[in-house]
């Protein structure tokens, strides 16, 4: 069991060797940067807790194995002195004796089966841990992956000269289906629904955020933001949130699940402006 329990460990530390790669990478990249911290620090954790309880086991496996060498050139030595014996104890032998003879190696090979052990359950849980770690990133680079090729195509023809011919590249919305009031000039070309903007403050508004042709709205019904693209210096979205540098001040923050049709009008907005 020690031996499969430390070939586990080898594989679990082969396996973090990737993981704390991957993490370095993603730590010198600026908008990856907490999710690097995130996985190096699961590559640490897997590298440090394997090879603490490799070497233990290794360390068992050698105790065992000494113990077992000893049982055995014990056992050697009794047997010739039982050999001589071996008629009149056959003889002399109570029926209840041999009951207990043949009933105590049992009760010690039943003692010594306890299943996997303290350190199989540890081992187990490390390894579930691990796994649904890597499912877990594997699954959200397979989503940003999607999500990348489906903003891609959306972008594929398009090729403006400038801010207004990036504004007819998308069909305008109707701003009286979605409730929303356009300014003179104005054309609504995205929403995005289910937005949280994130602040210092304990309550984080919850609402939409709105893209036209002059500026970027956030509206909630506890606030509502405003801020035009001339206001704008920089303005960069993924599948997990937007963030809008302004000129002057600091910059807003918002989470929500992008789709790819407003982070294509966010990016080729953002380009031409």
């Not at 056992?75 to 014996?85: E, F, G, K, Q, R």
Request: neutral net charge; aromatic residues 10%; proline residues 3%.
């Amino acid at each position: 069991m020690y031996t499969t329990l430390n070939v586990i460990m080898m594989i679990i530390w082969l396996l973090s060797l990737p993981v704390m790669i991957t993490g370095l990478v993603l730590v010198c990249i600026k908008k990856q940067r907490k999710n690097g911290l995130k996985t190096l620090g699961l590559g640490v954790f897997l590298f440090l807790s394997s090879l603490i309880v490799g070497v233990a086991l290794v360390d068992k496996i050698k105790t065992d194995q000494i113990t077992h060498n000893n049982e055995i050139a014990t056992s050697s030595s009794t047997a010739l002195i039982d050999i001589d014996n071996q008629g009149e104890n056959v003889i002399h032998t109570p029926t209840e004796d041999t009951n207990d003879q043949v009933t105590k190696p049992e009760i010690k090979k039943s003692e010594n089966n306890d299943g996997i052990g303290f350190l199989g359950w540890f081992l187990l849980v490390i390894l579930t841990l691990f796994s649904l770690s890597t499912l877990y990133h594997y699954r959200q680079y397979k989503r940003k992956k999607h999500f990348e090729e489906q903003v891609s195509m959306l972008l594929s023809d398009v090729s403006p000269s400038n801010f207004s011919e990036a504004s007819e590249m998308f069909p305008e919305l109707d701003a009286y289906e979605y409730d929303y009031r356009l300014m003179r000039n104005e054309k609504l070309l995205g929403i995005q629904e289910y937005v949280t903007f994130i602040s210092s403050k304990k309550t984080k508004p919850f609402g939409r955020l709105l893209i036209t042709n002059q500026a970027v709205i956030f509206e909630s019904p506890e606030k509502n933001e405003r801020i035009t693209w001339t206001q704008i210096a920089s303005a960069s979205i993924t599948y997990q949130g937007c963030q809008i540098n302004r000129r002057s001040g600091i910059a807003w923050n918002y989470e929500f699940n992008a789709t790819p049709r407003f982070a294509a009008v966010v990016r080729i907005l953002e380009k031409y402006h």
